[in-house]
């Protein structure tokens, strides 16, 4: 490529060279031409005899190296001044210069005597403006293939120079790159590459890299998808220092690193420094999304929220048989009956209600459950027979569940905690739930009617720690918040006070986020 790049530039330097040189020589043929004319026409007017005439244009042509020959020829075609002083008065039998359609003086190639030659005529003219004579100033083509020839070789000289030195500068280069290379060359070292990058790329683990400064050099797909949330989430030059700046410093392996991420994401890391000459120069992070590893333990189990509701079946049943025990104790054989025919009646078509409209089993679990809560409660707890849940929702199960589960808990906190507005004499407290999708949209709506929310804490009720109930509490809507926006689906919440609150949920097809 040197070696190519310096014939290239050397052959257009080489032709403008010569072509400059062709324009640069014409013209001193002329001027040469031009100024014999006048030296001649002023020492005739000034009556210098021949010879001073011949001393004074013998300087002329002296001082211009490059001109071959000068020859001045009179109107009777003797010559009156030759550089070769033996053909002075001698008769010019060349061709004659074509003033009339060339102009007063020109350059044209032409043979003579000694050879080609390259020549310049201009004319002499009389008092009255007629032409007395004629100038012709000449350089033996010879001359010119010789300075050419010249040019060509100082030419090739830098050429070789020039392919030497670059040549040698390149190997240097070269050998510096292919250390740095490791030994491999660069089409090998960038396949090398691919095939690593493809490789972390496929990694179900996050893996990030930082440099001595602690700035990302290196984010594979899995670990932006983790960091990613609601736009609140570090950018990657803080993230870098915040995650590795600590193995850089320490110099240490570190693993089961918890991390907090601004968009709620449960992420455990394991740090590795990157030790040259015994000192960290970088550090990499491995990240594992332990929301992963909670959903896959969740999937084994497979039967937590049956238990759960399980559990609180069983409590309502214990209190239902004690009903139960405390009518027969007073011998009111047939209330006991009746009680025992209603509540199995009311129990069994709302499971089969949850179980035919809800096709996910998680969230079936958890509805039961929260019904049999609400019977503890002393809360009626309404499913609307128009729910419908299919299986091609786009939201994960783990995310109903939690979601549908903590607006419930948040509206039997409300309807049963402390400062509500519920006596003794009001127990009418209901709740209601429904869930619907159709084609891949989903909506989720929960209202009861408790005490409401004050209109100044509307626009807080998200916020991660806020709640009027003590210290501690605030999380559950905050992570209902978060889930919402991280799946791109939105939240509306109507709220009276003495009236109740309701919440309506809705996620679109398409515009669910990575988290």
Do not use: W
């Amino acid at each position: 490529m040197v070696i190519s790049l310096a014939l290239i530039l050397g052959t257009f330097g080489i032709y403008f060279s010569i072509h400059d040189g062709s324009v640069q020589r014409d013209l001193n043929l002329r001027n040469a031409a031009e100024s014999a004319a006048r030296m001649g026409q002023i020492l005739n007017d000034a009556g210098k005899t021949p010879e001073e005439m011949t001393a004074e244009l013998d300087g002329l042509k002296d001082s211009m190296e490059e001109i071959d020959a000068i020859s001045i020829v009179g109107s009777d075609n003797i010559r009156l001044y030759h550089s070769n002083h033996e053909l002075i008065g001698t008769v010019y039998d060349g061709t004659m210069p074509d003033f009339d359609n060339n102009g007063a003086c020109y350059v044209v190639n032409e043979e003579g005597p000694s050879g080609p030659q390259r020549r310049a005529y201009a004319v002499i003219e009389g008092e009255n403006g007629e032409a007395s004579g004629f100038v012709m100033t000449l350089m033996l083509m010879s001359s010119i293939k010789e300075r050419n020839l010249k040019v060509l070789l100082i030419f090739l000289g830098m050429i070789i120079l020039a392919s030497a030195a670059e040549f040698l500068i390149s190997m240097k280069i070269s050998k510096k790159v292919s250390e740095s290379l490791m030994g491999f060359e660069p089409d090998v070292f960038s396949a090398m590459y691919k095939v690593r990058d493809d490789i972390l790329e496929s990694l179900d683990e996050g893996v990030i890299a930082v440099d001595a400064d602690s700035e990302v050099i290196f984010m594979n797909k899995a670990a932006s998808e983790m960091i990613a949330g609601d736009g609140k989430q570090d950018s990657p030059e803080s993230l870098g220092s915040r995650l590795l700046s600590g193995a850089i410093g320490k110099g240490e392996k570190e693993v089961s690193i918890p991390v907090n991420l601004h968009n709620d994401v449960d992420i455990i890391m394991d740090r590795h420094p990157i030790i040259e000459e015994n000192r960290a120069v970088g550090a990499v992070g491995i990240l594992h999304d332990r929301t992963e590893y909670t959903r896959l333990a969740e999937d084994l189990a497979g039967t937590r929220f049956l238990v759960d509701s399980m559990r609180a079946n069983n409590h309502d049943f214990t209190n239902k048989l004690h009903v139960i025990m405390g009518l027969i104790q007073m011998e009111m054989y047939d209330e006991a009956l009746n009680y025992i025919q209603n509540i199995t009646i009311v129990q069994r078509e709302t499971i089969s209600k949850i179980m035919k409209r809800i096709s996910c089993p998680a969230l079936a679990a958890l509805l039961i459950g929260k019904n049999a809560r609400a019977s503890e409660l002393n809360v009626r707890f309404t499913f609307d027979e128009e729910s419908s849940l299919d299986t091609d929702v786009h939201i994960p199960d783990d995310v109903l569940v939690t979601i549908t589960g903590n607006l419930i808990d948040n509206a039997f906190d409300a309807m049963n905690g402390k400062g509500s507005e519920y006596t003794p004499e009001n127990l009418d407290k209901e709740l209601k739930v429904g869930i619907y999708s159709k084609g891949g949209d989903l909506e989720i709506k929960v209202e009861d009617n408790g005490p409401g929310i004050k209109a100044e804490n509307l626009e807080h009720v998200f916020e991660n720690g806020f709640s009027t109930k003590g210290d501690g509490r605030g999380i559950g809507l905050h992570q209902v918040y978060s889930l919402v926006k991280a799946y791109g689906g939105t939240i509306d919440i109507d709220s009276k006070e003495g009236k109740g609150t309701s919440f309506r949920l809705e996620f679109k097809e398409g515009k669910s986020k990575n988290v």
